[in-house]
């Protein structure tokens, strides 16, 4: 018999987070409303593997046409759009991109790209999600359905085709009911959808709302078409889960310097310790009687000493890992700032390890490669490599380069 597991999803609600439960096999349960718009400030969350669902004010929908069936490229010509468009998610702050699919056609894909907002302070649990998701993805309908709900007390909207997710937008809407801007935002976006070829009309119009006195005529005037409305479904596991996958720096660096100040607290602490014994030995020398009494307690304190000494030497062996110079995300911070602005070029794979720095890339001129590796041998912050800049080799695409940056070892 197969072990079910504990979920718990973090969904944004009306009026603030919702905590709900539930079985990898059996429907989620609403376990607690909270008016809470603060992930940060979420207490007792239940036991499981946590995922939580990202609102829609917190991504950017960019539906697009590719001239493509192969999903290998999708990603690639995803990325492309959005810079055309201005948006170029941080590379050190995760994975804030995804791309789904929409329909298929012949020598023909219709696509949805979300690029994340970097999550601000405050913006992620306490507890670290094993996976992320959009609140708009966890509410699947048939057909051609335009989705009006409110995610923290602002009216959102999803379009969908054929049961999969084409766009979503946070508007500024706060009214009670749905009124006629929110209708002329939804227009709009048909409209920019239409632009792009992608031609949708919905067929159904639901409104989400625990409001009993929901009035829906600017919508039903809007779109000539009648409009259910009834309580948010239950939210379900989309399939497959998106890769998007922020990463919490701030985070990381504050656990890295609570540790240095445990260090130190340690050290102050063994100094004091080793002073006291000083003063001690000084007064036990004069006094044959002290002097023996201080032997003793030397000898009792030993088996501390040791296991100080041990300390520290564990200590030391972790220095490549707890000094902050020596952070992955540090040193690709800094291997960042060399990279020509405007070039075209990007890495690949970066491969960090004590000693070495392996970067793998590829740039579309040879000249872009050339001043990256310049860049590279003169940044201050990278003078402890020691650079092996092979010339680089010319490809369909550009100019691959493999750089290897080395720590040289001390005698």
């Not at 749905?178 to 159904?204: C, F, G, K, W, Y």
């Not at 000094?323 to 070039?343: E, G, Q, T, Y």
Request: with cysteine; charged share 20%; proline share 7%.
């Amino acid at each position: 018999m197969s072990k079910t597991t504990q979920n718990v999803l973090l969904v944004p609600g009306e009026s603030g987070w919702e905590i709900w439960t539930g079985q990898t096999t059996a429907e989620f349960t609403l376990h607690t409303a909270t008016t809470t718009y603060r992930a940060a400030d979420l207490g007792a969350i239940p036991s499981g593997e946590l995922l939580l669902l990202f609102p829609v004010k917190a991504v950017t929908a960019l539906p697009m046409r590719v001239t493509s069936e192969d999903p290998a490229l999708f990603p690639d010509l995803a990325s492309l759009h959005a810079e055309r468009l201005g948006l170029r998610p941080d590379p050190m702050a995760g994975q804030l991109a995804d791309v789904f699919i929409i329909s298929r056609e012949a020598e023909n894909t219709a696509l949805l790209s979300v690029q994340l907002r970097v999550p601000a302070e405050g913006d992620l649990p306490p507890r670290g999600p094993k996976s992320f998701d959009l609140s708009a993805r966890a509410y699947p309908l048939t057909g051609d359905t335009l989705a009006i709900w409110k995610e923290f007390d602002r009216w959102v909207f999803s379009l969908s085709h054929q049961g999969n997710l084409v766009y979503c937008q946070a508007t500024t809407g706060t009214s009670h009911s749905p009124d006629a801007a929110l209708a002329r935002e939804i227009r709009i976006a048909l409209m920019q959808l239409a632009m792009q070829s992608l031609e949708i009309e919905p067929t159904r119009i639901v409104i989400w709302t625990h409001a009993d006195d929901c009035d829906p005529s600017a919508i039903t005037q809007a779109f000539g078409a009648p409009v259910e409305i009834s309580a948010r479904p239950a939210p379900v596991l989309p399939q497959p889960l998106s890769k998007l996958l922020p990463a919490d720096v701030r985070a990381a660096r504050r656990e890295a310097l609570r540790r240095q100040n445990i260090l130190l607290g340690i050290a102050a602490v063994a100094l004091l310790y080793l002073g006291a014994i000083g003063w001690f030995g000084y007064g036990l020398w004069k006094d044959s009687k002290e002097t023996a009494a201080l032997i003793q307690q030397a000898t009792d304190a030993a088996p501390e000493g040791d296991a100080y000494l041990l300390h520290i030497a564990k200590w030391d062996e972790l220095a490549n890992a707890i000094d902050l110079k020596n952070s992955p995300v540090d040193i690709l911070n800094r291997v960042a700032s060399c990279i020509p602005p405007n070039s075209g070029l990007r890495l690949k794979s970066a491969d960090i390890t004590a000693n070495e720095l392996t970067l793998i890339g590829e740039a579309p001129l040879l000249q872009a490669a050339n001043t990256f590796n310049l860049n590279l041998e003169k940044n201050n912050d990278l003078a402890q490599f020691k650079w092996q800049v092979p010339e680089p080799s010319q490809s369909t695409r550009g100019w691959e380069f493999r750089y290897i940056g080395e720590i040289p070892v001390s005698q």
